[in-house]
């Protein structure tokens, strides 16, 4: 029915920036919260940003000041901008949307498949 792809994850040094996307594709007739999590190793997956439709955004304290969430709803896509990157950033990174699709009656929560990414010198 939906399917969410990531792209955009690697590995940076300390300090480096990294961009990440995730386009939302399928049955969908409108998507409400989109946000990314994040899955440490050995730790439990975490939200670091959500975005609304209408743009309105949080932020763990975390990534305050130095994540930037952002979203197209013409593409039905969302994006990441991680700059300031720090060893303790390293995770799976997961995109997440509630997602009203075609014929449905509520909105319902997708995940995309996670992306890598590595902060280390």
């Known amino acids: 029915q939906v399917q969410l792809v990531e792209s955009g994850g690697g590995l940076v040094q300390p300090g480096g920036s990294l961009r990440l996307s995730c386009a939302a594709s399928g049955s969908i007739r409108r998507i409400n919260i989109m946000a990314w999590y994040r899955q440490p190793p050995g730790k439990q997956r975490e939200l670091v940003a959500g975005i609304s439709r209408g743009g309105g955004t949080n932020y763990a304290g975390s990534v305050k000041g130095r994540f930037t969430i952002s979203r197209d709803n013409a593409k039905n896509t969302v994006y990441l901008q991680m700059d300031g990157l720090k060893p303790e950033d390293t995770a799976v990174y997961y995109c997440?949307?509630?997602?009203?699709?075609?014929?449905?009656?509520?909105?319902?929560?997708?995940w995309g498949q996670g992306t890598q990414v590595t902060v280390s010198s």
């Open positions: 997440n949307a509630d997602v009203l699709t075609a014929g449905a009656v509520r909105y319902a929560d997708y």
